[in-house]
Structure formats: structure tokens, C-alpha cells
């Protein structure tokens, strides 16, 4: 199916949890805000109430996002048995060869990325080349600055 949005386990119960949270809890806090905010009067100078309608327009373009994707989803889950190749749900260490500096992330679907955390886009152009190598295995991945060269460390 060309429009599956691949994630983790894991990924796949925060964007439940998000929904959820969502739906119940933030709309919830948005309407009382809103309420209050009514409360005032005179809305064309209520920045109150401006910021609420807007902060609650963004809650519901993120709940229609979550529900379009659970539809799609397409839980990817580990292969214990091939731990030793990298897939999507493996974690992963590295090393820039040119640079002599070593990284550890997660490799996830797009929707889960997340690099300041340590989770890469298995469609990302290390994360691709990544896919199906093995531990000692290099790799070339391009980038704005040049092809940068990586040894693979350890895979789990």
C-alpha cells in the first residue's frame, strides 16, 4: 500500500496517547478557556479569546492529522531473530570516520523522527542507507557538506 506511514511500536501507542490526550484534556482546557474568555464581552479586542480559538484551531488540524494517520499506520515491529540487521526499530551506533565521533539513535518511521532525540527517519539519507547493513559494515551517506563516511558500531 503506497500510502502506509510506518512506525514502531512505541510510536504507534504515543500518537494513540497524543489523540487521546487530544481530544479529551486539551479540547476540554481550550472550551473553558474559551468560555471564560467570552465571559469578557466586547470580542474584537479579547486576545484572550483570540488566542483560545486559535490554540483550539490547531488542536483540531492535529487531531484530523493523528486520525489520518492512525488510519494509515502500519505497525513495523522488530525482527529479534535478524537483530543483527539494522530495520526500522533498531538501535543503532556509529561512528564519523572523518571526524572520529561516535552517535546512537533509533531508527523510526517519518512520523516518529525526532533527531535532537535520538531518532532518525528510516527515509532520512542515513537512516535509508542504514536499512539492512550490519554491524563493521560502512556506509557513505550524502549530505549539504560532502559524503560523510560511518562505521557501524553496534546494532540492536
Known amino acids: 500500500m ?13 500518537l494513540i496517547d497524543e489523540l487521546e490526550t487530544r481530544k479529551t484534556k486539551t479540547r476540554k482546557e481550550i472550551a473553558e478557556r474559551i468560555k471564560g474568555a467570552l465571559k469578557e464581552g466586547d470580542l474584537s479586542e479579547n486576545a484572550e479569546y483570540s488566542e483560545s480559538k486559535d490554540e483550539q484551531n490547531k488542536n483540531e488540524s492535529r487531531i484530523i492529522v493523528l486520525e489520518h494517520t492512525l488510519k494509515h499506520v502500519k505497525i513495523v515491529k522488530h525482527n529479534k531473530k535478524n537483530k543483527d540487521i539494522i530495520q526500522i526499530g533498531s538501535k543503532v551506533k556509529v561512528k564519523d570516520l572523518e571526524f572520529d565521533e561516535e552517535m546512537e539513535f533509533s531508527l523510526v518511521g517519518a ?26 559494515e560502512r556506509i557513505d551517506v550524502a549530505s549539504p557538506g560532502g559524503n560523510v563516511r560511518y562505521e557501524i558500531l553496534e546494532v540492536n
Open 111 to 136: 512520523t516518529e523522527a525526532d533527531p535532537v532525540g535520538g531518532k532518525i527517519s528510516n527515509l532520512s539519507p542515513l537512516g535509508s542507507e542504514l536499512l539492512g547493513k550490519k554491524k563493521g
Open 2 to 14: 503506497d500510502n502506509e506511514i510506518l512506525v514502531t511500536e512505541e510510536g504507534y501507542q504515543a
